[in-house]
């Protein structure tokens, strides 16, 4: 028992001691996996606030990256809408006052809209606040009294200043301040931009405005535009300006009558599409299409009809000096009148189409509405008067007219011959000059500088007499009566339409001279007959009322049935016509019925003066010429002609000369003919100089040699040259190089030794003997013995071919030579006179009178017994 109770101790024992090793090893192992949960939690709970932290940082990042794009769309919509803004209401329509200015924009460029103030958003961009009113339609401003002036204020000025100076006149109706509300703006009504309507006018210019919508549906848009808008973006041209009507007052809705309640409502709903617009104040107007309200309240608490419910700070209103300064500048362009077009919408699409068979025909600008006007040159109406002040465009409206046909009708249709009476060169630019070899293809003759040779006008008027004979010889031929038919019947014939511009006319018929009479008498036959036969006369003055010579013609100023008037132009249009009085600059009145006031047509003439956009067409035109077309004959009353430029010269050839020609100078013509005598085997063929000019008398001499040399083989005539006075030598060292190396030179010493020989010539010699030329150079101061062997070669030379061109300084001195006053004159059978007046020419003139004669620096008067009836003015021919 007791070892069963020992080996049961033993037993327990070891029970337990197994059982506290298994409970110490499933403690350890408890233990293990409470630490390695421990350890796990802790890695759990780690990782989990680790996830915690990312997405943490996601979403701050997310979060930023949405609040980063709002921002970005944000400032994308403010820019959009701030650029849209500015494209909206660009440049005076948008600008805010502190840097405000005036930007015109060119018609037809779309009407902008208008700043009023600017949207309170909440970023920092600034948006404004914009109100649609030209072309677009109308606007209301209710509320405080003094932000609504301010508004009316900005929406005019801003207007005003978006358009082209004139493009927008403004009617006022204000009968509570009775204008004061638009005082700002009076320096507009002067140049009628701006005019008010009284208390009681209200109904009168609804009316008004409503006749002016009617008149624009039924003649402007005519059902081909349903708007003004649409017509200018379609045509290029806005024919109207926009009325822009301000009605300040009326109050209640019962203080308009029916009528004009019913009329109000008309223009508010037809009137924008015809550019009528209202502004309207304190007077009841329903809410409707096209009507835009500003409630004009100060602070945030202001709102416009097209921006719903966002708030807007209104602007103030423009700076009182702003307003001011802005209307006088825009009242005295309007006053200036409307900058031009270009030429170039005077020119065809295609150059050179036109037959001028039956007329000419082309546009001259265009009308109000912008349609061209077409002026016409036929048998009705023949010819035209032009007439405006200094300064109001003349030239340029000839150039204007000139570009227009030369661009339609070619040379062989159209010929212009051209002259200028004032001082200046209007037309050399169509002839070619030192810079610009081109010329106008259509122009045969320009002449410039012409004031004090009025002999140039009647050469040309004698010229189209002339040409208006050969015409009419052809047309008899022909058996026809005017130029459509002669053309018909002679095609290969050259029958241009002809036209002759004269600008400032009015010199050629100045003064009670043997000129102006004969002026008259062509001119009168020119515009008589000339229209038949294509020959057609444009006279251009800047006062015609008082050319006594033209009025006192009714018969020939009833040929002139084409007239057109120029801003401010007396007489040209019938008494009653005052049309020109009030026209702008670059405008005109043109009026094919003598100047009847229904007859009035008033077009804006395109600056034709612009000297780069003529020389395109020139150019254009020149190379388009015939090859054998030769330039203009251009007269410069100011250049002094070279003897080597003289056809006549150039013709010349060594050869035998039966009878030498002596040329003296330039003769005042159409063709650049050279004053000529001939030197034939007859009594008197000497020639004489008189006056004290010596460059001028040398000038002569040194031309007469140099023609006679010019037509001797070498050592077929004989010359001799005497010089009795100092200030000649120089022009006597000149013929040297000239005449034949065996020219004898004579001073006052030995002068007469030659006139001695010459003498025994004159009285020994035969007609076989070589011609024999004395030069002679103040023969005047020669001694007396040799005055006497003088005379005896005057009178018996020439049938010898002994010839005297000698200078005698004076009339008087002349006619001592010759043997005192009772002595014979037909010696000198040729004279060129200088500075002689006419009545000392007396004795060496055909009859019982004398040559009207003035002198004038580098002019010489020359008279040839032998074939004139009369003496002409020469130019001498100047060095080479």
């Avoid at 002040?389 to 661009?407: E, H």
């Avoid at 050279?674 to 034939?680: E, G, N």
């Avoid at 040729?830 to 006419?838: E, N, P, Q």
């Amino acid at each position: 028992m007791p070892e069963s109770a020992a080996q049961q101790v033993v037993e327990v024992r070891a029970a337990l001691s197994h059982a506290l090793g298994v409970a110490e090893a499933a403690l350890e192992a408890a233990r293990a996996e409470h630490e390695a949960a421990v350890t796990r939690r802790a890695r759990i709970v780690g990782a989990a606030r680790e996830r915690r932290k990312r997405l943490v940082h996601e979403r701050d990042k997310r979060l930023r990256e949405v609040d980063e794009q709002r921002e970005r769309e944000l400032a994308e919509l403010a820019g959009a809408a701030v650029e849209t803004a500015r494209l909206a209401a660009p440049g005076a329509a948008g600008a805010p006052w502190s840097r405000w200015r005036t930007t015109p924009a060119v018609s037809p460029a779309p009407a902008p809209e208008l700043r009023v103030g600017r949207l309170l958003l909440p970023y920092d961009d600034e948006v404004p606040a914009l109100v649609p009113l030209l072309d677009h339609g109308h606007v209301v401003v209710r509320g405080h009294d003094t932000t609504g002036d301010d508004v009316v204020a900005g929406l005019l000025l801003r207007a005003l200043g978006s358009v082209e100076p004139g493009r927008i006149t403004l009617t006022g109706y204000d009968p509570e301040q009775l204008g004061g509300g638009l005082a700002g703006f009076a320096p507009l009504a002067p140049a009628g931009v701006l005019r008010f309507v009284g208390p009681g006018g209200l109904g009168a210019l609804l009316d008004e405005l409503v006749d002016h919508v009617r008149r624009i549906n039924e003649t402007v848009l005519a059902g081909e535009h349903s708007s003004l808008r649409e017509l200018a973006a379609a045509t290029g041209r806005r024919p109207e300006p926009w009325r822009v009507a301000i009605l300040l007052g009326g109050g209640r809705p019962d203080e308009l009558s029916r009528h004009e309640r019913g009329q109000l409502d008309r223009i508010l709903r037809t009137g924008a599409a015809c550019g009528v617009h209202l502004i309207v104040r304190d007077l009841s107007v329903p809410a409707g299409p096209g009507i835009e309200v500003v409630d004009a309240v100060p602070g945030d608490e202001a709102r416009l009809g097209g921006t719903g419910d966002l708030p807007v700070l209104l602007d103030p209103g423009p700076p009182p000096a702003v307003v001011t300064r802005t209307c006088r500048q825009i009242a005295d362009a309007v006053a200036a009148g409307p900058a031009p077009v270009a030429l170039d919408s005077l020119l065809p699409e295609r150059e050179w189409q036109e037959s001028s068979a039956r007329a000419l025909t082309a546009p001259l600008g265009d009308n109000p509405q912008g349609a061209p006007v077409h002026v016409t040159l036929s048998d009705y109406p023949p010819h035209a008067l032009i007439a405006g002040p200094s300064g109001t465009g003349k030239t340029n409206l000839i150039y204007a007219w000139m570009g227009a046909l030369a661009a339609r009708y070619s040379p062989a249709e159209l010929a212009f011959y051209l002259l200028d009476f004032k001082e200046g060169v209007s037309f050399a630019r169509f002839a070619p000059g030192r810079r610009d070899p081109s010329w106008l293809p259509h122009v045969r003759l320009v002449g410039v500088n012409v004031n004090t040779d009025r002999e140039f006008g009647l050469a040309l008027l004698r010229f189209l007499g002339a040409e208006l004979r050969a015409r009419a010889d052809a047309a008899k031929r022909h058996e026809v009566t005017n130029l459509a038919e002669l053309r018909a019947e002679d095609p290969e014939g050259s029958w241009p339409r002809i036209v002759a511009v004269v600008d400032e006319f009015q010199v050629l018929l100045a003064g009670r001279d043997a000129v102006a009479a004969e002026a008259v008498d062509l001119l009168e036959d020119l515009a008589r007959r000339g229209r038949s036969q294509g020959i057609h006369l444009v006279l251009a003055s800047q006062d015609v009322s008082g050319i006594e010579a033209l009025w006192g013609r009714p018969a020939l100023v009833a040929q002139f049935s084409l007239r057109i008037a120029l801003p401010r132009a007396r007489r040209v249009l019938a008494e009653q016509n005052t049309a020109a009085e009030v026209l702008p600059r670059y405008h005109a009145v043109v009026n094919a019925d003598s100047g009847a006031t229904e007859a009035n047509r008033v077009v804006r003439v395109p600056d034709a003066g612009d000297r780069d956009r003529w020389s395109d067409l020139q150019h254009r035109l020149w190379r388009r010429r015939p090859q054998e077309l030769p330039p203009p004959r251009l007269f410069d009353g100011d250049a002094i002609p070279r003897l080597d430029d003289s056809p006549d010269f150039r013709r010349f050839g060594a050869g035998p000369v039966p009878a030498p020609v002596v040329l003296l100078g330039e003769t005042i013509d159409v063709e650049a003919r050279s004053a000529r005598t001939v030197l034939r085997r007859a009594p008197g063929r000497n020639i004489a100089i008189m006056g004290t000019r010596v460059d001028e008398a040398c000038a002569i001499l040194h031309t007469a040699a140099r023609s006679l040399a010019a037509q001797f083989e070498p050592g077929a005539a004989q010359f001799a040259v005497a010089c009795l006075d100092a200030d000649a030598h120089a022009a006597v060292e000149a013929l040297r190089s000239v005449l034949p190396d065996d020219t004898g030179y004579y001073d006052g010493d030995t002068v007469g030794f030659l006139l001695e020989d010459a003498a025994s010539r004159a009285t020994e010699g035969t007609a076989a003997d070589r011609p024999l030329h004395l030069l002679l150079y103040a023969v005047d101061a020669a001694p007396a013995p040799a005055q006497e062997l003088l005379r005896r070669i005057l009178r018996q030379g020439p049938e010898r071919r002994v010839h005297v061109l000698g200078w005698w300084r004076g009339a008087s001195l002349l006619r001592d030579t010759l043997g005192g006053q009772a002595a014979r004159t037909d010696v000198i059978g040729a004279w060129v006179a200088l500075d002689v007046h006419g009545s000392e020419l007396s004795p060496y003139y055909p009859g019982h009178g004398s040559p009207v004669w003035y002198p004038r620096p580098w002019r010489a008067l020359h008279f040839d017994r032998s074939v004139h009836r009369g003496a002409e003015v020469i130019i001498p021919y100047g060095p080479s």
